[in-house]
């Protein structure tokens, strides 16, 4: 099983360009999660999913957008980058809400 | 509400020494517990989990964590500390009720481990 897997591993955009990155997880798992980490402040949640079809707004989802229509994939959007969003992303996924996540091995991102 | 403080951002330990590393919580519910480890440029890795059954709880690496209602702390220790420790420490509140299956973060705690 290669766990989760995110694409690409690192990104240079230009402000106002857009992107998006993308996750896939095979194990089957229903809830699927976008964190973004910097320095000195944790991981905070930006969009989560608890099944196909299904997403909801974490704490800091202002500028994002994501879409699951796949089970094993869940894509972040970012439709005018901007550099406050520079940052590293990480995807993680669980099989229930309870559950253990299980994490990528992250993206960064720099936005100029 | 959930929520976590890391009460130390840095740590610094000599090899062979104890570690802790502070957590205090904040929960509503009867709270789900965890520490994550992050090595540098690395993704995160579970490194134990309380789920309210034996309140010591062990996890990887010689790695174990104490719940205590009381304190409401979740301290994470280890009797010897070891090179390949230094890395980046999560102490992590689980949802419940309308926030199920949300993480909340505390904000790290860096472990350093002097030779």
């Known amino acids: 099983n290669a766990g989760v897997t995110q694409t690409p591993k690192f990104r240079v955009l230009k402000t106002g360009q857009s992107m998006t990155l993308l996750c896939a997880q095979d194990?089957?798992?229903?809830?699927m999660y976008w964190y973004r980490q910097d320095p000195g402040m944790g991981l905070r949640l930006i969009h989560y999913?608890?099944?196909?079809?299904?997403?909801a707004k974490g704490e800091v989802p202002d500028g994002y957008n994501v879409s699951r229509l796949k089970k094993q994939n869940f894509l972040l959007g970012l439709e005018s980058a901007a550099p406050s969003q520079t940052s590293v992303y990480f995807c993680?996924?669980?099989?229930?809400?309870?559950?253990?996540?299980?994490f990528g091995p992250g993206t960064r991102l720099l936005v100029l | 509400a959930q929520s976590v403080t890391q009460l130390d951002s840095h740590v610094s330990v000599s090899e062979g020494t104890p570690v802790l590393l502070r957590c205090n919580y904040s929960?509503?519910?009867?709270?789900?517990l965890f520490w994550y480890v992050q090595h540098p440029n690395k993704g995160l890795q579970l490194l134990l989990k309380?789920?309210?059954?034996?309140?010591l709880v062990k996890g990887i690496n010689g790695f174990e964590a104490e719940f205590k209602k009381s304190e409401t702390s979740f301290h994470l220790t280890k009797p010897s500390a070891h090179m390949s420790d230094a890395a980046e420490y999560f102490c992590?509140?689980?949802?419940?009720?309308?926030?199920?299956?949300?993480?909340?973060f505390g904000r790290g705690t860096q472990l350093t481990v002097w030779p």
């Open positions: 929960s509503s519910y009867s709270p789900s």
């Open positions: 999913s608890v099944g196909e079809g299904t997403t």
């Open positions: 992590v509140v689980g949802g419940r009720g309308s926030t199920l299956g949300r993480l909340y």
């Open positions: 194990m089957n798992h229903e809830y």
């Open positions: 309380y789920t309210s059954a034996a309140t």
């Open positions: 993680a996924s669980s099989y229930e809400g309870l559950e253990t996540q299980y």
